[in-house]
T-cell receptor, first 110, second 120 residues
Framework: DAKTTQPTSMDCAEGRAANLPCNHS???????VYWYRQIHSQGPQYIIH???NNETNEMASLIITEDRKSSTLILPHATLRDTAVYYC???????????FGPGTRLSVLP | EAGVAQSPRYKIIEKRQSVAFWCNPI?????LYWYQQILGQGPKLLIQ????????DSQLPKDRFSAERLKGVDSTLKIQPAKLEDSAVYLC??????????????????FGPGTRLTVT
């Protein structure tokens, strides 16, 4: 079973920031938070990962709470091409069995 | 850098027939994964290889599914005989899973486009 809880769906206006929450209250000290997304008819795409510090790359920012029980993926300026299912996964680095839950279906609206 | 390649992209077979899928990972990636994704669900790991050895196949239905990774590069996943419930997208992924800057780095996985299997 997935160790994360995400909302089933969210809408976001084009050009606005999309904030996708994830709860992982049972996360262990050595587990990382990974985010992937899956655009329709494509394989999942890696976005970002972090352990306890906030992370930023060219795609998104990852904000992890101090107690590490939840995190938020931020797409700073959402575009129509960001419409996808977003998966939050917790996993030990280089551990086995990436467990995908149902994810959050993000719809970016014009 | 070329991505993960998979073929075929689509396959339609009748139940009890056999089918095989092929995957070519990103060059230099030692770890290869096969996932099954049923419509409306997240991907489910079937098997994980490290080079040409199996690391985890706990969720592979071994009575009908088999996979191999000869020479530690390309991989094939086979279903024989297929059942209706095997209709899904079969995704292959690879990861570098190695040392970076003197530390063992968390491995991000890179996925192929998948093979959509329909069993009638």
């Amino acid at each position: 079973d997935a160790k994360t809880t995400q909302p089933t769906s969210m809408d976001c206006a084009e050009g606005r920031a999309a904030n996708l929450p994830c709860n992982h209250s049972t996360i262990s000290g050595n587990e990382y938070v990974y985010w992937y997304r899956q655009i329709h008819s494509q394989g999942p795409q890696y976005i970002i990962h972090g352990l306890k510090n906030n992370e930023t790359n060219e795609m998104a920012s990852l904000i992890i709470t101090e107690d590490r029980k939840s995190s938020t993926l931020i797409l700073p300026h959402a575009t129509l091409r960001d419409t996808a299912v977003y998966y939050c996964i917790v996993r030990v680095a280089n551990g086995q069995n990436f467990v995908f839950g149902p994810g959050t279906r993000l719809s970016v609206l014009p | 850098e070329a991505g993960v390649a998979q073929s075929p992209r689509y396959k339609i077979i009748e139940k009890r027939q056999s089918v095989a899928f092929w995957c070519n990972p990103i060059s230099g990636h030692a770890t290869l994964y096969w996932y099954q994704q049923i419509l409306g669900q997240g991907p489910k790991l079937l098997i994980q290889f490290q080079n040409n050895g199996v690391v985890d196949d706990s969720q592979l239905p071994k009575d009908r599914f088999s996979a191999e990774r000869l020479k530690g590069v390309d991989s094939t996943l086979k279903i024989q005989p297929a059942k209706l419930e095997d209709s899904a997208v079969y995704l292959c992924a690879s990861s570098l899973r190695g040392w970076r800057g003197g530390r063992l780095s968390p491995d991000e996985q890179y996925f192929g486009p998948g093979t959509r299997l329909t069993v009638t």
